[in-house]
């Protein structure tokens, strides 16, 4: 039997909770919702999706998780996704993790995407390495 | 300064609308302030998600793009 082709486009599912806490800063609101938008209308393409650093050197640690830039292909801000399949089956999905800024400005107390999602998998803000 | 801090959870109400929280705080007089809990173990049970692995999504959708040092 040959094998079953790759889909080049994956679905993705939002989480309430955590899209409205990360849509409460006013700035980049419409990038999130615009592509949310099509997200849930055309679903991700593969082609832009990268896997997240094991181990980043702001001290984030988010194995397993992918993330896109928004807007693609390298724009400021990021969607970090969970990878997840319904319990009841179904294929593999992508489970929104967190919003935000890729870089947000020195001196800002804003989280950037990566601390976000560090602190939803882990329950804990990021430590940085010693320097 | 941001410390590394354990983050307290609680769940209120009752059958399906219970809800879990996070507290954010306790006042002096013992007045809780609470969000609601947007960890990835509460994100999956709200959408009644079990883990996949990168390896297995690759193999439904194919290769993603390698780690680039960002984070």
């Known amino acids: 039997m040959a094998p079953r082709p790759r889909l080049a ?18 700035s980049g609101r419409e990038v999130a919702v615009d592509s949310r938008a099509r997200l849930e209308r055309e679903g991700q393409p593969v082609s832009e ?9 702001d001290g984030t640690r988010l ?4 993330k896109v830039y928004l807007p693609p292909p390298a724009g400021p801000w990021g969607f970090v996704f969970l990878l997840g399949r319904s319990t009841d ?7 929104f993790l967190a919003f935000g800024l890729r870089h947000p400005p020195e001196g800002t107390r804003r989280p950037s995407v990566y601390a976000i999602a560090h602190r939803r998998l882990h329950g804990r803000v990021p430590r940085p390495p010693a320097s | ?36 809990d947007t960890a990835a173990e509460a994100i999956r049970r709200r959408l009644g998600s079990a883990p996949a692995t990168v390896e297995e999504f690759e193999a439904e959708y194919g290769r993603v793009l390698p780690p680039d040092g960002e984070g």
């Open chain 1, 9 to 26: 486009r994956a679905p993705v599912v939002f989480d309430a909770e955590a899209w409205a806490e990360d849509l409460q800063p006013a």
């Open chain 2, 1 to 36: 300064m941001v410390s590394e801090h354990a983050i307290a959870r609680v769940r209120l109400g009752h059958d399906d609308a219970e809800r879990e929280y996070v507290v954010m705080s306790e006042e002096p007089d013992g007045t809780l302030v609470l969000r609601p």
């Open chain 1, 63 to 66: 194995a397993g998780c992918l």
């Open chain 1, 49 to 57: 999706l990268r896997a997240c650093d094991a181990e980043g050197r």
């Open chain 1, 89 to 95: 089956g179904g294929p593999a999905r992508l489970e």
